[in-house]
């Protein structure tokens, strides 16, 4: 069975970092593209980055470039988001996926974790 | 940017049939997704590549795609799919992801 499990939110100051990890288990880690996806309180989805299997290739949402680090540890199974220069805008449910497909511009996330609250406030 | 238009709200009566359209240029080019969020849950994949439905989804789900519309039609709804749904996809160069801004489908 497919597991994706978040930690590492919480409230943090505007300007602040925070660092997401996932856990996964349940699948060969190091065969699949992965993401991260936020949910701001009340609001839709927003795809935030995604990483290739080997690390190699890695993609961002405009408003998070820069600031967002998408990263992985494939003997450890797991998956991060460095998170710098936090502003209010980033409040939200973040959630790791699993990407199904070979390529970052025809994949799509096919599993889910249960997601972490990350809320930047003073 | 790229967009992907949801209506925001479609109600039916149980056992109706439910249409949830998702609205983009780039549809006939690049593959949707459709999405089910249960309130306080995380998303679930019900359709994939337009029309494709993994395996632990019910068949009365379906999608479908005409030009630049993508349809996801749930065939006698029940009211436990009372759910957002969210269209994903591309835009026409696959550089960008994007999903729609949700439709909060209610079945009563």
């Known amino acids: 069975e497919v597991q994706l499990v978040e930690s590492g939110g919480g409230l943090v100051q505007p300007g602040g970092s925070l660092r997401l990890s996932c856990a996964a288990s349940?699948?060969?880690?190091?065969?699949?593209?992965m993401s991260w996806v936020r949910q701001a309180p009340g609001k839709g989805l927003e795809w935030v980055a995604n990483?290739?299997?080997?690390?190699?290739?890695?993609y961002y949402v405009d408003s998070v470039k820069g600031r967002f680090t998408i990263s992985r540890d494939n003997a450890k199974n797991s998956l991060y988001l460095q998170m710098n220069n936090l502003r209010a805008e980033d409040t939200a449910v973040y959630y790791c996926?699993?990407?199904?497909?070979?390529?970052?511009?025809?994949?799509?996330?096919?599993?889910w974790g249960q997601g972490t609250l990350v809320t930047v406030s003073s | 940017s790229y967009e992907l238009t949801q209506p925001p709200s479609v109600s039916v009566s149980p056992g109706q049939t439910a249409r949830i359209t998702c609205s983009g240029d780039?549809?006939?080019?690049?593959?949707a997704c459709w999405y089910q969020q249960k309130s306080g849950q995380a998303p679930v994949l019900v359709i994939y590549?337009?029309?494709k439905r993994p395996s632990a989804i019910p068949e009365r789900f379906s999608g479908s795609i005409s030009g630049t519309m993508a349809t996801l039609t749930i065939s006698g709804a029940q009211v436990e799919d009372e759910a957002d749904y969210y269209c994903?996809?591309?835009?026409?160069?696959?550089?960008?992801?994007?999903f729609g801004g949700g439709t909060k489908l209610t079945v009563l």
């Open positions: 996926a699993r990407d199904q497909g070979q390529r970052y511009s025809s994949g799509f996330p096919d599993y």
């Open positions: 349940g699948f060969t880690f190091s065969s699949y593209w």
């Open positions: 990483i290739k299997q080997d690390g190699s290739e890695k």
């Open positions: 780039a549809l006939p080019k690049r593959y």
């Open positions: 590549e337009d029309s």
């Open positions: 994903y996809s591309t835009d026409s160069s696959g550089n960008h992801r994007v």
